[in-house]
């Protein structure tokens, strides 16, 4: 007999728990949204009594095998929220943290109305030089990162989000990426940078 999703729920839930992982109920229902195909958990409890079909089994078991492992919910959801927008993330460029939104608050205070240029290095999945760019019409944003693969995220994410005529994306190491000598090379007005700060032998113990 096919298990309802209350009953996947309650499983993945205790895996995900057994396996050390932090608000085990809300990751597994924000990954069977995903498997559903359903926009938000509000969806779910409205038919958490349906039944499980084959292929939902097998794309759900998936995800929480990934989760168990380690894997964070933003990469297997393939998305993360900042600032009230829904980026797209992948392993290569960074997860937006809640508490990145603080620095683009105040950036977008000091850019508001204002025509500037702003740089934003280390841009990973552009969260903030979207952000930025939308925040703030007039601003005309540069945005850099050594990481093709963050780079390519980045311009995916601004092309969804309607920024691309306000940013420039630039390969390169911090302001090795800039062509100092180009007669367009002009002071920034400002710039923002949330360089991935934890050494790499560190990761693995958070």
């Given at each position: 007999?096919?298990?309802?999703?209350?009953d996947l729920l309650t499983d993945a839930a205790s895996r995900l728990r057994a396996a050390g992982?932090?608000?085990?109920?809300h990751d597994a229902e924000e990954l069977l949204c995903r498997a559903c195909g359903l926009?938000?958990?509000?969806?779910?409890?409205?038919?958490?009594?349906?039944?499980?079909?084959?292929?939902?089994?097998?794309?759900?078991?998936?995800?929480?095998?990934?989760?168990a492992a380690g894997e964070p919910l933003q990469y297997i959801m393939g998305e993360a929220w900042f600032y009230g927008r829904r980026f797209a993330?992948?392993?290569?460029?960074?997860?937006?943290?809640?508490?990145?939104?603080l620095l683009a608050e105040r950036a977008v205070a000091?850019?508001?109305?204002?025509?500037?240029?702003?740089?934003?290095?280390?841009?990973?999945?552009g969260a903030i030089a979207v952000t930025l760019a939308l925040e703030c019409p007039e601003?005309?944003?540069?945005?850099?990162?050594?990481?093709?693969?963050?780079?390519?995220?980045?311009?995916?994410?601004?092309?969804?989000l309607g920024a691309t005529e306000q940013i420039e994306?630039?390969?390169?190491?911090?302001?090795?990426?800039?062509?100092?000598?180009?007669?367009?090379?002009?002071?920034?007005?400002?710039?923002?940078?949330?360089p991935p700060y934890i050494p790499t032998g560190v990761i693995d113990t958070l």
């Amino acid at each position: 007999m096919r298990p309802s999703l209350n009953d996947l729920l309650t499983d993945a839930a205790s895996r995900l728990r057994a396996a050390g992982v932090e608000n085990a109920r809300h990751d597994a229902e924000e990954l069977l949204c995903r498997a559903c195909g359903l926009e938000d958990r509000s969806a779910l409890f409205l038919n958490n009594d349906g039944k499980a079909e084959p292929a939902l089994l097998s794309v759900f078991s998936s995800y929480i095998e990934r989760r168990a492992a380690g894997e964070p919910l933003q990469y297997i959801m393939g998305e993360a929220w900042f600032y009230g927008r829904r980026f797209a993330v992948r392993p290569g460029a960074l997860i937006p943290r809640p508490e990145t939104e603080l620095l683009a608050e105040r950036a977008v205070a000091r850019l508001r109305d204002t025509e500037r240029r702003v740089m934003d290095l280390c841009t990973g999945s552009g969260a903030i030089a979207v952000t930025l760019a939308l925040e703030c019409p007039e601003a005309r944003v540069t945005a850099t990162d050594v990481s093709e693969a963050a780079l390519a995220c980045a311009r995916e994410n601004a092309a969804a989000l309607g920024a691309t005529e306000q940013i420039e994306f630039l390969h390169g190491d911090l302001f090795a990426a800039l062509d100092f000598q180009a007669a367009s090379c002009r002071p920034f007005d400002l710039i923002v940078c949330n360089p991935p700060y934890i050494p790499t032998g560190v990761i693995d113990t958070l």
